[in-house]
């Protein structure tokens, strides 16, 4: 990586703004996938304690807290949310998963000249 000086303080210079930009994406969808588990995890502790108080006979597992959001009014719409949201952090670890210079599959990136 190339400094530059900037009143008298040493600066790294800027990365690539694509790879950058690449980064930021893939942070955002990683985070996106986070927010969809965490859904998930929360509502399988309501329904968890709503069975405890003796007021839920659902069951407190991925597919009970699953089938609650689709009895819920837009309730395809918010699993279609959470099918995003596991699509995008699924595309995440794939991209901390893989090594620099390799792209998906195994193969090593082409050097464009």
């Not at 986070?34 to 859904?39: D, L, N, P, T, Y």
């Not at 009970?64 to 699509?87: D, E, N, R």
């Amino acid at each position: 990586m190339t400094t530059s000086r900037v009143h008298g303080r040493r600066r790294a210079a800027r990365p690539n703004t694509r790879r950058s930009t690449e980064r930021q994406t893939l942070t955002a969808a990683g985070r996106a996938g986070f927010a969809a588990r965490g859904v998930v995890y929360v509502l399988i502790g309501v329904l968890a304690v709503r069975i405890a108080l003796g007021s839920g006979g659902e069951s407190a597992d991925r597919q009970g807290a699953l089938a609650q959001v689709a009895a819920q009014p837009f309730g395809k719409a918010m699993l279609w949310a959470l099918v995003v949201g596991f699509g995008c952090m699924a595309l995440w670890r794939e991209a901390r998963a893989t090594p620099p210079g390799v792209v998906a599959g195994g193969r090593p990136e082409a050097v464009h000249q």
